[in-house]
């Protein structure tokens, strides 16, 4: 793990130099192409960067998401924290997949509703996503860097918000929901082990960022493991990790992430984070999804969007 970070760290530090130069003129739409798909978005946007040259950042859902399809010839994903539409469209350009987007900040709204207008193939839902029984209300800090956070704020305060139970009465699709993708800077820790329950019928595949700052800014009441104590709980015995640079990190076991999330936390800096991937130990096709792309020698380098 240690080898990889620096690599990775320079890559994020290189992409935001360039990035610094292009924020000087207007932020007007653009189209830009990310890993072969064109999606428009604000030139302001870090994504464009982060994914030129032979970056492999944002390629590992996509990964996750045609082994699951070539295992089972359907996909239904559920995308939390959906932005400008890339991770639904990269999915879409892969493999024939049916996507819920759930955002709530109305400055990605409007990207992603013209990024996917017309399709029959993605849901858009407007909302912050909550557990059930969240009484919390939020503010959005909005980035001008193509991420946007929510902050704890009064009940019934900032966007409209959705419980995971409502979300699946709203979308009765999501009952075969098999790929599960949320990046909501910092409110992860929370978000996954209640889609976890809600959805525990089709048992998916959850692909999430964990982030140690971010984390203890949006959830500071919630213990780091206690993603890890409750997954293990919901039968997630088994993961995948990447660094913050989409490179492929390894196989792990929940149980030891206990420990290495801290280890995370103490080292890390907002500049670095993981993505995991964790399958259910009764989801024969999900774990051996899993054991597919921790085995790829070349951290999955070679793949990309449009089945290239």
């Not at 189209?31 to 999606?39: A, E, L, P």
């Not at 390629?59 to 998401?65: D, I």
């Not at 400008?84 to 509703?113: F, H, I, M, N, R």
């Not at 660094?243 to 890390?268: H, Y």
Request: hydrophobic share 40%.
């Amino acid at each position: 793990m240690r080898n990889n970070r620096p690599l990775s760290f320079l890559l994020h530090i290189a992409a935001r130099a360039r990035f610094e130069v292009d924020r000087r003129r207007p932020d007007v739409p653009v189209t830009r192409r990310i890993h072969g798909v064109d999606i428009v978005m604000p030139r302001h946007h870090l994504l464009p960067y982060l994914t030129s040259g032979d970056s492999v950042y944002n390629l590992n859902l996509v990964e996750l998401a045609r082994g699951l399809y070539d295992l089972e010839s359907t996909l239904t994903l559920l995308d939390v924290g959906g932005n400008v539409g890339d991770s639904a469209l990269g999915v879409l350009s892969a493999v024939p997949a049916y996507v819920v987007c759930v955002e709530a900040d109305p400055a990605w709204q409007k990207y992603l509703d013209m990024n996917v207008a017309g399709r029959d193939d993605v849901a858009v839902e407007p909302y912050a996503l909550v557990p059930p029984g969240y009484r919390g209300g939020f503010e959005i800090n909005h980035a001008d860097v193509g991420s946007s956070n929510l902050v704890p704020a009064a009940e019934g305060s900032g966007p409209p918000s959705i419980s995971t139970d409502e979300l699946l009465e709203r979308n009765p699709r999501l009952q075969q929901v098999r790929l599960i993708k949320t990046d909501t800077d910092g409110y992860d820790v929370l978000l996954v082990p209640a889609m976890a329950e809600t959805f525990k019928a089709s048992r998916p595949v959850i692909f999430f960022e964990f982030e140690a700052l971010a984390t203890s800014l949006a959830t500071p009441e919630l213990p780091l493991v206690s993603v890890w104590e409750r997954l293990l709980d919901q039968g997630y015995e088994d993961a995948v990790l990447w660094d913050n640079g989409g490179r492929l990190l390894g196989p792990d076991k929940v149980a030891n992430l206990i420990a290495r999330s801290g280890q995370l936390s103490e080292a890390m800096s907002s500049a670095y984070f993981w993505d995991v991937a964790v399958a259910h130990k009764d989801d024969a096709t999900g774990l051996e999804v899993l054991r597919s792309v921790a085995c790829d020698p070349a951290g999955h380098a070679e793949v990309g969007y449009g089945g290239a």
